[in-house]
């Protein structure tokens, strides 16, 4: 472990104090290199500045096209970007409890430092799909072609399908001691802020994608 390097992917959108908590809980509960790389949007001013006063992690900018795309566009342009040997996919609404990612990297080890690990969010079923998770980057490279998801995908149903090809060839831990609470509206844990409004309209073209991709 104390050689590793973890890479927290984290796009963020209209969301300034979520971002600012997000970030500060991250260093708070990871004792181990890490770089946390943030996407926002170029017309977010707000979360800009509060990467500015934290003075931690790097962020690269998206234009409201690239938003439009929805998350995955920024999880995969940050993953060409990272510098990491493991790397994680994060989100702002995301409150990590102490000892994640101890038992995070500690199931990979289980794998041989080899595969995709599914952290426990608490509201959904970890070992049906992991909505967040964190993977080395050789096991990116191999078998997800240098991207956290397909990019047909735009916000949903990709975890479910980058799960199904880590189960199928072996490499998939859902790791029940890594909690990361997933705080999202669809589990009553927040309001239908504009950013959860904007990812909605792409559920039902991400969810027929998925079933003609499986």
Known sequence: MENRKLSILLPSAYRPEQLRRAVELVWEKTPLPVEVCISIVEDDTAS??????????????RTIEEYKKGAVYAWN?????????????????????????????AALDEMGGHGLVGFNDISSDGN??????????????EYLGGMMYPPVYHSWWADREVTDIAKRLGRYRWCEQAVVEHLNYTFGKSVLD???????RNYEADRLTYEARR
């Open 48 to 61: 800009r500045q509060v990467i500015e006063d934290l003075s931690q992690g790097w962020w690269i900018v």
């Open 194 to 200: 504009r950013t959860y409004q904007d990812a909605a």
């Open 77 to 105: 342009q940050l993953a060409g970007l990272v510098t990491g040997d493991i790397l994680a996919l994060w989100a702002d609404d995301l409150l990590p409890y102490s000892g994640w990612s101890e038992a995070a990297l």
């Open 128 to 141: 049906i799909y992991a909505a967040h998770w964190l993977a080395d980057r050789a096991f990116i490279d």
